[in-house]
């Protein structure tokens, strides 16, 4: 078995996820370089510093507005790195629900082994508006090869254009393909987990609650990395100042939340099923892992959702790592993001029951 490393885990991944913080990064900049503003600096974690100022160098001057759109996808795909020689994938076209157009999926590591394995459903980050399957292949390739789990990478269709519930369809369909076709790719149809960063922790998290509203799949382990569960969060909710100055802005998060629901970020009244902390009742939700870090714009709500979880009786780790910003373990191989990575792993080897 190929030994993972950091840089394995997170190719082709950090590229998509800079880009979707790309447009957040000027408030951190303007701080930085100007000394006028507020400098999140000695809010990070000291093995971190050293990868943040470039980072703001490259992004700090982008905006991201509904107009930019095309031209950040487009340099996220520029900036993806190509999927690793090994495990071997496929990319399969499924049929959408309810007469939506075909999914793309891409299936990693499949083929009959001696007793059926794990399967994972993976979801890519990028706000709800950016990002693609292929550009976070080669880090579920790595995942799929270290633990020997089949996983299959949904690439939903993104928001403005597709507005809820259009991705979660898209991710359910493909949640129910695995299920139904699990035997002949060699997993096991009781042993299915959800995982997903950013964007793709939200939209695990909404699936795992539709799928136990919906009683046709069963899931065995949600992981969560810094999973966006409010669109409350830099809207109607303000945060400290320090959360959410790096890579992902409140700014930032209204605009996704806003494309995805169809209406202004922190509405009264959203669409049934498309915010995860607004779902009243977590029971019956399958045990969990949440990471994240300390100025993360997202660590309160996935603090509360963790805390909302075990009051529900759910089975819940919670991680969270001091000084980290939002994306801060794809961008360093610091001691800091290897004891994040190290949490990571050990929580899917137990949820997956490896």
Not at 276 to 292: D, K, M, W, Y
Request: proline share 8%.
């Amino acid at each position: 078995m190929t030994q993972i490393t950091r840089r394995r885990f997170t190719a082709g991944s950090a590229a998509s996820l800079a880009l979707a913080g790309g447009g957040t990064f000027a408030k951190a900049a303007t701080a930085v370089n100007s000394g006028t503003s507020f400098d999140p600096l000695p809010f990070v974690h000291p093995e971190l510093r050293a990868g943040v100022a470039p980072l703001m160098k490259i992004f700090g001057t982008m905006t991201l507005e509904k107009g930019n759109l095309k031209m950040m996808r487009e340099g996220g795909a520029k900036f993806s790195r190509p999927p690793l020689p090994e495990p071997a994938y496929t990319k399969q076209m499924i049929a959408g629900r309810y007469g939506d157009p075909d999914v793309p999926i891409y299936i990693i590591n499949a083929g009959q082994r001696a007793a059926s394995r794990p399967a994972i459903l993976s979801i890519h980050g990028g706000g709800y508006i950016l990002g693609t399957a292929q550009s976070e292949l080669a880090g579920a390739q790595a995942i799929a090869n270290e633990l020997d789990v089949v996983i299959v990478s949904v690439d939903y269709r993104l928001a403005p254009e597709c507005v809820f519930p259009g991705p979660l369809e898209d991710c359910y369909a493909a949640l129910k393909w695995l299920y139904a076709n699990a035997a002949s790719l060699g997993a096991d149809p009781n042993r299915i987990a959800v995982m997903g960063g950013s964007a793709g922790g939200g939209l695990a998290a909404m699936l795992a609650i539709a799928a136990r509203n919906r009683g046709e799949v069963p899931l065995i382990f949600q992981a969560l990395t810094y999973p966006m569960l409010d669109d409350r969060t830099g809207s109607t909710v303000q945060k400290p100042p320090q959360q959410g100055a790096i890579m992902w802005t409140p700014a930032a998060n209204k605009f996704g939340w806003s494309s995805l629901l169809g209406v202004p970020a922190g509405s009264r009244n959203v669409p049934k099923g498309s915010v995860p902390a607004r779902e009243v009742n977590l029971s019956g939700l399958p045990p969990t892992f949440i990471g994240v870090g300390s100025i993360d714009l997202f660590v309160d709500e996935d603090i509360d959702y963790a805390q909302r979880l075990v009051d529900a009786g759910i089975q819940t780790e919670l991680v969270v790592m001091p000084g980290g910003f939002h994306g801060f373990d794809m961008f360093t191989d610091a001691p800091v993001v290897m004891r994040y990575r190290a949490h990571y792993l050990a929580a899917l080897r137990r949820g997956l029951g490896l």
